[in-house]
């Protein structure tokens, strides 16, 4: 199995970020400025860049060491930490916020929550997301399409059936955002981007640079012509948020 530290050169150059329209719904829920902030499975920086260029005081947490490499050559300002989600290295109510995005479907949703809580202060905000690609966004049906042809059922991404452990928790509050989210990337990016999905290498095994390959050349077949056109993609982020 792929693992994410092979993953990290893709992850870096394919994963496009989130809408800031999700970072205001944050900011509205009550985040503080330059506030201390933890992002659990932060890969290489990407969901707490802005933040970091806001002021904020910013640790990422992440069991990948070559992600972390990533973002620390990135953003050296912030402070980057080995670790993984379930057993949070930090002291009770140590961070004014807690976010985590992409990340939940890969761990023990029970036991990180209840390690989010543990570490953040009396007052503080927990924000954890997802995006997926909308249902009749073209490049999903292209992905999905190939996926079906290969004899695999189309890896499916982010959380699935819904998020009972984050209602558990005893929060002051809790609240769900969905937001959507059009945007528009060159076809060598968004090929970066499904490389850089675990899902898919899981889901494709020792098939999935043929799954790349017929993905790209179906694109290309319905995109303008010229070496690197322009996919457009439609997402939906789903924001949980909630107060301790």
Known sequence: MTTFDSLAADYDAGRLGYSNELYSALEGFGLPPR????DVGCGTG????????????????DPSEAMLEVARRAFPQATWVAGTAEQLPFDD???????????????DRAAAVAEIARVLKPGGTAAIWWKHLMSDDAAKIIRDSVASELGV?????????????????RF??????????????????????????????????????????????????????????IVALAFTHYLYLAKK
């Open 35 to 38: 506030a201390r902030i933890l």
């Open 46 to 61: 990407l969901a707490c860049a802005p933040l970091v260029a806001k002021g904020h005081q910013v640790t990422g947490l």
């Open 93 to 107: 109510a140590s961070f004014g916020a807690v976010l985590s995005a992409q990340t939940f479907h890969r761990v």
């Open 153 to 169: 059922e189309p890896p499916r991404s982010g959380l699935q059936g819904g998020f009972r452990e984050f209602y558990a928790v």
């Open 172 to 229: 002051a509050e809790h609240s769900l955002r969905v937001i959507p989210w059009r945007t528009a990337v060159p076809l060598s990016k968004f090929m970066r981007y499904e490389r850089s999905c675990q899902a898919v290498r899981d889901a494709l095994g020792a098939r999935a640079d043929e799954y790349f390959a017929r993905v790209e050349k179906r694109l290309r077949e319905r995109l303008p012509a010229g070496d690197d056109p």
